[in-house]
Every structure is written in structure tokens, then in C-alpha cells.
């Protein structure tokens, strides 16, 4: 597919090993200006992997890692971090005997050196988030959906050019879902930040998502919009289980 997007990061080849186990085999994507690109497939696909492999927390066995034009093959996190891509973690990224205003002041730290633009940041964070009604609650007394906006508001805070989310969704009702996916196209419209989103949640990943790639053994399996995913017979046998495998 042709486009005149801007591509903000790219692997090639991309593939880790642990031990006798391949992860992640010759993985080819690529993320674009402005989208929100879901990664999805089974448990064991891979995906997990992935997300470490360009963020700088895992090594490629082979590969190679572009980030905003500059090759990061096996540079660190923090470097990663400092060209524009921030990530969340699976399991949350707050510090839960502090207050939202106090994590979302740490996502400031690297970026903003004055205080008072600090807490100009954390104030506009909390407003796009829906969170200033609960900046003086320690973080660790929330409701879980709250505490994943607050994981979010932590990242966010840096303002990214790319926000790598790791199942955000997880543990949140239909009405959180919903709350958090607005949250999500907020950023990308108005802040012009492209997203990519690791997510189990398949009615979610369809309805906010640009673009899907789907992985598969560690291997790419398909890349599409969501009409092309839902109609893509692969990726359906994937997820289904029906395959002729011995």
C-alpha cells in the first residue's frame, strides 16, 4: 500500500531468540504519522516481545530497529525514550503510595526543566485524561480504571511522539473501554501522536484502530485495516484455532 504518511519507526528483519526458543522471526512493520496501530494475535504470538524489542528493554538476535529516522538497533531504553517513544507497562507504571499529580509529574521530568511548566503539564495531562478531579488522591486508592489513566497519564506527560500502550485495556468494564478509547483518539487528534496499542480486547482494537498487524508464532501473519483483518481468513484460523498443524 502506497502512502505519503511519514513513518515514525521501522524494523527490519526484526527477530529474538531465547535459548532454542525464536520469539520473534524476520518481523517487518512499520508505524505512521497520526495512526493508532493495534498489535495483536494468540497468547505466544509474540507480541510482548516485540514491544520490548523496540522500546530498547530486549536486544534483537538479528535485525535491524529505526526510530524516527535513526537507526536504534540495540540502543538503550532511556535513548529510545529521549527521541520521542514512550512506553506503559502490562501491569501499570504508578507509583501507588503517590498522588496522580505526583506520578504524572514524574512523566515531566526528562522533558520540562521549570516547575511551574511542570505543573502546567500535569494540569493539561489531567484535563485530557479526565483526571483533575483526583489529582490530590493517592494513586493506589483509585478504582483499577483510573489507575490505568493515571499508567497512561504517566507517558503521556512526556508528550511522545509515539505512545507504545501495553493491554491498557485489561481489567476495565465497557464503560471504561469506551472512556479510555476516546481518551486515545484525543491524543492522536489533537496532540498529533501516532499510538501503538497491544490489546486482547478484539471489539476495542477494531473500532479505534487505523491499522492491524497480526502476529502469529512470532512470525508476521497479516497487516491490514480492520475490515482487512476481519475478512482475512488467516487470521481468522489464528485466532480460532483451526488449523492442520500436527
Known sequence: MQTTQAVLLRTKGLTRRFGGL?????????????????????????????FNLISGFYKPSAGELFVFGE?????????ISRLGLVRTFQHGSLMRSMTVSDNIMLGTMHGVKLRA??????????????????????????????????????????????LCLDEPLTGLNQTEVANTLTVLQRIRDEFDCSILLVEHNMKAVMKVCDRIVVLHHGQHLATGTPAEIRANNKVVEAYLGHRNDK
Open 22 to 50: 525464536l520469539a520473534v522471526s524476520n518481523l517487518d512493520f512499520e508505524i505512521r504519522l497520526s495512526e493508532i496501530l493495534g498489535l495483536i494475535g494468540p497468547n505466544g504470538a509474540g507480541k510482548s516481545t516485540t
Open 117 to 162: 511548566k511542570r505543573r502546567e503539564r500535569v494540569a493539561d495531562t489531567a484535563e485530557m485524561l479526565g483526571l483533575t478531579p483526583f489529582l490530590t488522591e493517592e494513586a493506589g486508592n483509585l478504582p483499577h480504571g483510573l489507575q490505568r489513566l493515571v499508567s497512561i497519564g504517566i507517558a503521556f506527560a512526556a508528550r511522545p511522539r509515539l
Open 71 to 79: 537507526n536504534c538497533t540495540g540502543k538503550s531504553p532511556l535513548a
